[in-house]
């Protein structure tokens, strides 16, 4: 039925094509899941507004210095995993993504670290909106840290063995979108929750 | 160099009928499983009308099916759950997958003339995400203390372990939570599929109107279910691991705590959610209604627009849920004026509609019944919507069965209509067999007749002052005169769930031994009637050239060059310069 047409057409190579497609979806996710980050910090707005004292008497603040030391830590991740694509084709960036790698592991375990501080001195998730904003939105966040810094590893693991690829390139384009989204929530997280 | 490569079809057993990443497969298996859930909602809302028309006695049939327990009667324990999951079920679980899915998949690869999705494994890994939800909404059934049973809306207090405490209710929020990871994974693939992987000359003023539908259905669920997964989970944390979010009385405690966000998020997507099922209906009838009425869509860009303004409008218009939650009244002014814009855009659709089927020469095939149906319940659901969107009003009629009548001639009997519409029209294409027409037509005057009638009753009850969701509405003195009213709704609503046994028959009947179908069987010129019936599965053994828009039709010129009444969009005529679109495409990439 098909009237006889050409399939030769003046279009980019179909790597190329493919990447800026795959670069698409990646752009539509990470919108998508700025909303879902969206509505928890709308949730937390919400029901902040709706008191006078915060956090509430009674209740001991939630440490600074560690978050801000955090907040240091997967911003230096973002840099090292930037600087490692845009240096794909030489050696450096095995060194670089795995910097990355270990920033990332050194945030998560920090983040261990403030939990147990954070649940020694009382503020339980039980105990009320305060913590429960702590909880929620750290432990949610963390969740996603952990999937980039596993990401990360097997990425390093893996330029450090071979050779460059378009493949790579493309997988290691998409995963530093992402681990630089987690950062930017995470620094969103840092300014509301903590800071201030 | 393709625009997408064709691959071999899998030898596997597993890899093509079960974890397909072919986009026509993953189409059949979102019908299907949509068209369970169906069955199942439908059987719920049976016992809905039942329990409205005859409180506290033994149901038949049903009774002695699932309620042996109880002798057959429905119980205050067990009414909230049956309300509940059948508006879950229906919503997220029989419209979303039919609508979105099964012809989401099918209609926009093969109307825009690609060989398959952008990401095929992100499409098969959406399917099974959503049969993981799935699964989770029937587990949910056979826990300890009963189904979900906090209303669709789930609201905290109500949804929290202290309203609603046992698995059921935790299942059903983890369900609409993983079903929207779902919805998301299909919702990228089908707009990142749109922009780039269209064939040459495919522009966006010559898409189908199914397409822009589908792509505006995809952006406002990409952007607005992850909100309601916000909700979902951190209902789920106050639920699970004590949080406080949602409870009420922490607030007097602790400070803070506050069931009404919970309200917030849920309507910031809520409302987009209903043009979310609305806009993939819209888009199929616009161009159903023009296939049979044999002339162009009317005013294509207006419609385009319209739809394009109905998805920018939607997206704040959700606090004319919320009137009654002690709003500012200014707040509330500005949400009735957004919400009655609406209607503007909406009312620019309906008047193109009308103006399609103007002097056409219309072919009154089960499609085009089903559509012009949707129509007219659509119209309907439509102006008793004015009437909820105008604060003075809906302050009476707020949480009344007026409501429910309303959302259902809109969301419900508009979907379902447009649904099968779309069933009957693309089945040629999904299965290669004709449906029944006779069959098909018998379904369609049945539902058509009570659709309007079951739903009619229920606002007539609803302006009587008639609560929704009530176990026993007559135990009020004022509401004992609205019994025969509701037994008559009741009646009407049995008939026409027993009208849907004939579209079950006919449609697995058709399914396996159904009459042949032509490859272009209904003589309309996009491209998904390009390919044989069913298409292969590289969809195009040559990607079409696309020439024209998508309604070509009942043009004298072509009339007289072709001998027919309709020319392809991937059809040159005789003596006409073609591949003047391709070069103007490849700039965008």
């Not at chain 2, 989401?104 to 109307?111: K, S, Y």
């Not at chain 2, 609603?164 to 919702?187: D, E, K, R, S, Y």
């Not at chain 2, 058509?448 to 009619?456: C, E, S």
């Amino acid at each position: 039925m098909a009237t006889a047409v050409t399939d030769i057409l003046p279009y980019p190579p179909p790597r190329q094509r493919e990447e800026n497609t795959a670069w698409l979806g990646m752009v539509i996710f990470l919108g998508s899941w700025a909303m879902l980050f969206a509505g928890l910090f709308f949730a937390y707005g919400a029901v902040r507004i709706g008191v006078h004292r915060w956090p509430p008497p009674g209740l001991p603040r939630l440490p600074r210095l560690l978050p801000a030391v955090n907040t240091a830590v997967i911003a230096l991740s973002s840099v090292a995993l930037q600087m490692g694509y845009a240096r794909l084709r030489e050696r450096s960036s095995a060194r670089l993504v795995a910097t990355a790698f270990a920033l990332g592991a050194i945030f998560l375990a920090l983040q261990g670290l403030l939990w147990v501080q954070v649940w020694k001195s009382g503020l339980v998730p039980q105990a009320g909106p305060y913590p429960s904003v702590f909880w929620g939105l750290t432990a949610f966040h963390a969740l996603h840290a952990f999937v980039g810094v596993v990401a990360l590893g097997v990425l390093a693991r893996r330029i450090a063995r071979g050779i460059y690829s378009p493949a790579r390139h493309l997988a290691v384009r998409l995963w530093a979108m992402y681990w630089h989204f987690v950062g930017v929530v995470w620094l969103v997280l840092f300014a509301t929750v903590f800071a201030f | 160099m393709d625009i997408q490569p064709i691959h071999p079809p899998p030898t596997s057993f597993w890899r093509r009928y079960v974890f397909s990443t072919d986009h026509k497969y993953i189409a059949k298996q979102f019908l299907w499983a949509g068209l369970i859930f169906l069955a199942l909602g439908g059987s719920l809302a049976m016992m809905i009308r039942w329990q409205w028309a005859y409180p506290g006695q033994p149901m038949p049939i049903y009774g002695s099916l699932f309620l042996r327990k109880s002798g057959g009667i429905i119980t205050p324990a067990l009414y909230p759950s049956i309300f509940t999951m059948h508006g879950l079920i229906m919503i997220f679980f029989a419209i979303t997958p039919i609508l979105i899915g099964a012809f989401g998949n099918l209609t926009i690869p093969l109307m825009i003339g690609a060989r398959d999705m952008a990401f095929p494994t992100l499409n098969m890994l959406s399917f099974w995400t959503f049969l993981v939800s799935q699964a989770l909404m029937i587990a949910a059934f056979f826990v300890k203390m009963g189904a979900a049973s906090a209303g669709w809306t789930t609201y905290p207090p109500l949804s929290d372990s202290i309203g609603t405490p046992g698995w059921g209710q935790t299942l059903a929020v983890m369900a609409i939570f993983v079903t929207g990871v779902a919805t998301i994974m299909g919702g990228i693939n089908y707009i990142t599929t749109v922009i780039r992987c269209r064939a040459p000359g495919m522009t966006w003023g010559r898409l189908p109107l199914t397409v822009w539908g589908m792509w505006l259905t995809a952006i406002l669920n990409v952007l607005f279910v992850p909100v309601l997964g916000s909700g979902g989970l951190l209902l789920l944390l106050d639920r699970l691991f004590g949080t406080q979010f949602f409870i009420a009385g922490a607030s007097a405690v602790n400070g803070g705590g506050d069931p009404l966000v919970f309200q917030h998020l849920f309507w910031i997507f809520g409302h987009p959610e209903v043009y979310i099922l609305i806009l993939p209906a819209w888009g199929i009838m616009c161009d159903l209604l023009s296939f049979f009425s044999r002339k162009p869509s009317y005013f294509y860009k207006g419609s385009v627009g319209a739809m394009v303004a109905v998805t920018l409008l939607s997206a704040i218009v959700y606090g004319h849920h919320m009137y009654v939650t002690g709003m500012a009244p200014l707040l509330g002014k500005g949400f009735m004026t957004f919400t009655v814009m609406i209607s503007v855009p909406a009312e620019v659709l309906f008047l193109n509609w009308l103006q399609t089927m103007w002097k056409g020469s219309i072919r009154l095939e089960t499609p085009m019944l089903w559509t012009m149906g949707t129509v007219f319940v659509f119209g309907l659901g439509g102006l008793t919507g004015l009437f909820l969107a105008i604060v003075s009003m809906d302050l009476y009629l707020h949480d009344t069965m007026f409501v429910v009548g309303h959302f259902h001639l809109t969301m419900a009997a508009a979907s379902f209509m447009a649904s099968m519409a779309g069933i009957y029209f693309w089945f040629p294409k999904m299965f290669g067999r004709q449906l029944n027409q006779t069959l098909g037509k018998i379904h369609f005057w049945f539902s058509m007749i009570f659709i309007p009638l079951v739903f009619g009753g229920q606002l007539l009850a609803g302006y009587s002052g008639q609560q929704r969701r009530l176990f026993d509405p007559y135990q009020y003195t004022f509401l004992r005169h609205l019994q025969p009213l509701n037994q008559w709704t009741s009646y009407f609503a049995f008939i026409l769930g027993a009208a849907q046994l004939v579209f079950v028959y006919n449609f697995v009947v058709s399914v396996f031994a159904g009459k042949k179908a032509s490859d272009n069987p209904w003589e309309v010129g996009t491209l998904d009637w390009d390919t044989p019936s069913p298409p292969p599965y590289h969809n195009f053994d040559v990607v079409p050239h696309v020439q024209r828009g998508p309604h070509e039709l009942g043009d004298p010129a072509v009339k007289k060059a072709l001998g027919r009444d309709w020319i392809g969009q991937w059809e040159e005529m005789p003596g006409e310069k073609s591949g003047q679109a391709a070069p103007k495409l490849a700039e965008a990439h």
